[in-house]
């Protein structure tokens, strides 16, 4: 089955700076990479998502990169604020239903 | 307020008694997953449904667990004689389209707590 794997752990950077979230995989069946978000009490948020036949995707402050070949797929986010601090998953899911595998998450701090 | 919804939020019970949580999924998604978190992990698979069928069960934990989703619009599921490893948030998502390549929306959870 499908493995997914996450780091760093935890992560604190300053206001302003950028911060980078890696995951790894191993099913090359796996072809959808999503990102979440979870404040505390609250449900994971999807914030981006990426295809396996796109290398990069952008929305506004935040970006995911993918290497197929590598089975590896990455965050970044820039101009990091302190609302940007929260747990983010990553994931991989695959179009027959049977994987649907989280990363075991990065605590991200965004200090003031 | 359109998104998923899951009740209750808390669940507190005695070791040995049955739940039973409900989760609402966003009205035109055909599909729904519900998921298993314990503190400090993402989230674990559990099952899903499209539509009214369950296509996927074998990751349920034990085989007191049980989901329906009688008139594929909301769902339950339920957990018989629990056990304190149980203690856990529950998590529902749902999906729009056909395929498991799609965008998941997740509820808030149910928080259970077995004394």
């Known amino acids: 089955g499908e493995n997914v794997e996450q780091h760093p752990s935890t992560l604190s950077v300053q206001e302003g700076d950028s911060a980078v979230i890696k995951c790894t995989y191993s099913?090359?069946?796996?072809?959808?990479f999503p990102w979440y978000k979870q404040e505390l009490g609250k449900g994971p948020q999807l914030i981006i998502d990426?295809?396996?036949?796109?290398g990069e995707k952008k929305d506004q402050r935040i970006a995911v990169t993918l290497n197929k070949t590598a089975k590896h797929f990455s965050l970044h986010i820039t101009e990091t604020q302190p609302e940007d601090s929260a747990v983010y998953f990553c994931?991989?899911?695959?179009?027959?239903?049977?994987?649907?595998?989280f990363g075991p998450g990065t605590r991200l701090s965004v200090l003031p | 307020d359109t998104g998923v919804s899951q009740n209750p939020r808390h669940k507190i019970t005695k070791r040995g008694q049955n739940v039973t949580f409900r989760c609402d999924p966003i009205?035109?998604?055909?599909?729904l997953y519900w998921y298993r978190q314990t503190l400090g992990q993402g989230p674990e698979f559990l099952t899903y449904?499209?539509?009214?069928?369950?296509?996927?069960k074998s990751r349920l934990l034990s085989d007191r667990f049980s989901a329906e989703r009688p008139k594929g619009s909301f769902s339950t599921l339920e957990i018989q004689r629990t056990e304190q490893g149980d203690s856990a948030m529950y998590l529902c998502?749902?999906?729009?389209?056909?395929?498991?390549?799609?965008?998941?929306?997740f509820g808030d959870g149910t928080r259970l707590s077995i004394l």
């Open positions: 009205s035109e998604h055909n599909r």
């Open positions: 099913d090359s069946a796996s072809n959808y």
């Open positions: 994931a991989a899911f695959d179009n027959y239903g049977q994987n649907f595998v």
């Open positions: 998502a749902s999906s729009a389209g056909l395929g498991g390549s799609q965008p998941q929306h």
């Open positions: 990426i295809r396996s036949n796109v």
């Open positions: 449904f499209q539509n009214e069928a369950q296509l996927e």
